[in-house]
């Protein structure tokens, strides 16, 4: 069965401190990793996809297969980056999700 | 992309009674979600809805529950039903767009309280 870790439950940064949330997954075959977020009082929304190797709001993410990981980076934390952030995992196009149990990301000036 | 409205957005009800949330989407969707988010934890998977069929459970839920109606590609309802404060949680429909982009959208979560 696939399964999607996030060891940490909050994270606390400064405004101008690198962020890094860590997700670790297990899955036997092929899968395809993305970051989801919600900010407050808002809905769920896609922040980046491991095929797409873009950079989204300044984070990025690169799929580690060796590690299994697929940890979210930003190398400058700003206050509006305040959110929860879940890592997912789907075996293939149009297939379910699993979602990770989220990080919540507090950054403070 | 697509626009996903429910209703209610939240509900307080009583133990034993039952309560269909709605879902509607802005445009014709192939696959449709139900998620369930409770306090604290992560989003978990309730079922697929399929379109003009029955849907998909995952482990540990069961059509009795938590039935779901989807009659048409923008429309969903899930129904949880004979409820008790452990169902207290924020149910969520998703969906994806009409092409495969691997964005799922969401709708913004009808949150139940069972007292």
């Known amino acids: 069965a696939q399964r999607v870790t996030q060891p940490e439950k909050l994270l606390s940064v400064f405004k101008g401190a690198p962020v890094e949330l860590k997700c670790n997954y297990s899955y036997s075959g092929s899968p395809e990793l993305f970051w989801y977020v919600q900010y407050s009082r808002q809905r769920l929304q896609l922040l980046l996809r491991?095929?797409s190797r873009e950079s989204i709001k300044g984070f990025t993410a690169d799929l580690n297969k060796g590690e299994t990981s697929f940890h979210l980076k930003k190398p400058f934390a700003q206050e509006e980056d305040s959110a929860m952030y879940y890592c997912a995992l789907r075996e293939d196009s149009w297939g379910k999700f699993q979602f990770g149990a989220g990080t919540q990301v507090v950054v403070t000036p | 992309s697509a626009v996903i409205s429910q209703k209610p957005s939240r509900d307080i009800c009583q133990r034993g009674t039952s309560l269909t949330i709605q879902c509607q989407v802005d445009?014709?969707?192939?696959?449709m979600f139900w998620y369930r988010q409770q306090p604290g934890q992560s989003l978990t998977l309730i079922a697929t809805a399929n379109q003009g069929s029955e849907a998909t459970y995952e482990s540990g839920f069961v059509i009795d529950k938590f039935p779901i109606s989807r009659p048409n590609l923008t429309f969903s309802t899930l129904t949880v039903s004979n409820m008790s404060p452990e169902d207290s949680s924020i149910y969520l429909c998703?969906?994806?767009?009409?092409?495969?982009?691997?964005?799922?959208?969401f709708g913004e979560g009808s949150r139940l309280t069972v007292l």
């Open positions: 445009s014709q969707v192939t696959m």
């Open positions: 998703s969906a994806y767009g009409t092409s495969d982009t691997g964005e799922l959208f």
């Open positions: 491991h095929i």
